[in-house]
């Protein structure tokens, strides 16, 4: 989260819009959003996690989600897909690096 907050401006800037999708409650999603001033919408999949299941990460054994972040232009075409579960900031500056390939630079 805090890479894709540190980048929220020049995603924006591109065109891009960030939202992060999360089995945890709203609120509980309200409370960390507060507490780490984040500026992009967080959304709850608690507790159908329809969306979780239909994008294939929710993990094995818990209604929790592994950390993976899709990258979609603005025809929703998936563009980009960054699955590292030990380096958090390769998902930010990954999809930055695919919204510039969908801006043009």
């Known amino acids: ?13 591109l065109g891009a819009r960030v939202a992060g999708v999360s089995a ?5 999603l309200n409370a960390f959003a507060e507490q780490n001033g984040v500026q992009f919408q967080l959304l709850s999949d608690w507790p159908a996690m329809k969306t ?13 989600a592994m950390r993976v972040t899709f990258v979609f232009d603005a025809a929703g075409v998936l563009r ?26």
């Open 80 to 105: 980009g897909v960054v699955d590292d579960p030990r380096d958090m900031n390769a998902h930010a500056q990954g999809a930055l690096k695919v919204v510039r390939e969908i801006a043009g630079g």
């Open 52 to 64: 979780i299941e239909a994008f294939g990460v929710r993990r094995d054994g818990g209604p929790t």
């Open 1 to 13: 989260m805090r890479g894709f907050q540190q980048l929220h401006g020049e995603l924006e800037s």
């Open 24 to 28: 945890d409650t709203w609120a509980a």
